[in-house]
């Protein structure tokens, strides 16, 4: 049975990234002129800041120079987290992205920008952001009409917490 690189890596770090607190999220080699890239995306329910990745970069590294997993050529290991617009394309990533902006490609054609209010095991209940002085209105997306789902950056868009404190102030 043929496996690839980057699934034999998975089954080396994935125990490793899980040990961590953290899910292995994506792995990939690439080559870069003479050179090859490992990039290794890992992310949590609750975020994972610079400490945790410099801790689970280190882990990685020392478990893949004990191993042959990257052959004898130099590469480089790069560690980080899904971004911004992160794509969505496990449970775990909308519930995360509860609250957020979300561009949906549906499968029946079209497209949909919508607000995640709520998560469940059979899809999510969107809001849908008013247009020309119209009011939100809700909807419920399954996830088998969802085709594809990417994060959207918000700039200015304050969170609860700061119109909390405007509120008390």
Known sequence: ??????????????????????????????SVGRKRVLRVVV????????????????????KLDETDAMGAGEYTLEVGTPGAERSLTEHRHYVRATDRLVKFQLHEGGE??????????????????????????????????????RVQVEFGRKDKKDMKEEEEA
Do not use: H
């Open 1 to 30: 049975m043929s496996t690839t690189q980057s699934e034999r890596l998975r089954e080396l770090l994935e125990p490793l990234v899980t040990s961590q607190g953290l899910d292995l999220e994506e792995i990939a080699v690439d």
């Open 43 to 62: 992310d949590s329910d609750t975020g994972a800041d610079l400490d945790r990745i410099a801790d689970v970069s280190r882990a990685l590294s020392a």
């Open 112 to 149: 949909l920008v919508a607000r995640i209010l709520a998560v469940d095991e059979d899809g999510l209940d969107v809001e849908v952001p008013g247009v020309k002085g119209r009011r939100a209105t809700t909807r419920r997306l399954a996830f088998g009409d969802i085709g594809k789902a």
